[in-house]
T-cell receptor, first 109, second 114 residues
Framework: AQSVTQLGSHVSVSEGALVLLRCNYS??????LFWYVQYPNQGLQLLLK??????LVKGINGFEAEFKKSETSFHLTKPSAHMSDAAEYFC???????FGAGTTVTVRA | GAGVSQTPSNKVTEKGKYVELRCDPI?????LYWYRQSLGQGPEFLIY????????DSGLPNDRFFAVRPEGSVSTLKIQRTERGDSAVYLC????????????FGQGTRLTVV
């Protein structure tokens, strides 16, 4: 079955610093991959998705992710963190839309 | 409705009781997913439907859990003989199809078994 692993349950960055969240997938077929964000007391919302059209995917709020088949990875990055980026981030893989354990991001002023 | 609706938003039940959790997906969405999420954890996949049929129910933890989607729209997650360990937020999502389409999530039902 397809699955994802998120490395690092908690990431703390300074405002303006690079945000890097890691996701590795396990799939026997080319997967579709997603990053979702969950802000405090809110529901899950889509940040971006990979559907094989392009390996570098741009999402909302300045986030992007790169699909690397050779590394079975789909890491999420943002060049400059804002305080509003503090949230929990989840990687997910089709077809069941299985989620990783999540990475909590805190942003220091 | 405009989004995925889950009812009730909160449910408190006694250990051993039966509960039903309802999900109204976005109109026209053929795929529907159920998850449960405990505090500090990622959503745990339970089951997903494509139309009326369960395409994958491998995440259902045991035979106390069952879900239906008889007309390919509304779905009900049923839990028999509830246990305290079933306490969690149960999330529902729907999408136009499986694969690369975006899944939209409801706000969840918080189930507390006392």
């Amino acid at each position: 079955a397809q699955s994802v692993t998120q490395l690092g349950s908690h990431v703390s960055v300074s405002e303006g610093a690079l945000v890097l969240l890691r996701c590795n997938y396990s799939s026997s077929v080319p997967p579709y991959l997603f990053w979702y964000v969950q802000y405090p007391n809110q529901g899950l919302q889509l940040l971006l998705k990979y559907t094989s059209a392009a390996t570098l995917v741009k999402g909302i709020n300045g986030f992007e992710a790169e699909f690397k088949k050779s590394e079975t990875s789909f890491h999420l990055t943002k060049p400059s963190a804002h305080m509003s980026d503090a949230a929990e981030y989840f990687c997910a893989v089709t077809p069941q839309l299985s989620f990783g354990a999540g990475t909590t991001v805190t942003v220091r002023a | 409705g405009a989004g995925v609706s889950q009812t009730p938003s909160n449910k408190v039940t006694e250990k051993g009781k039966y509960v039903e959790l309802r999900c109204d997906p976005i109109s026209g969405h053929t795929a529907l997913y159920w998850y449960r999420q405990s505090l500090g954890q990622g959503p745990e996949f339970l089951i997903y439907f494509q139309g009326t049929g369960a395409a994958d129910d491998s995440g259902l933890p045991n035979d106390r859990f069952f879900a239906v989607r008889p007309e390919g729209s509304v779905s009900t997650l049923k839990i028999q003989r509830t246990e305290r360990g079933d306490s969690a937020v149960y999330l529902c999502a729907s999408s136009l199809g499986v694969g690369g389409t975006e899944a939209f999530f409801g706000q969840g039902t918080r189930l507390t078994v006392v």
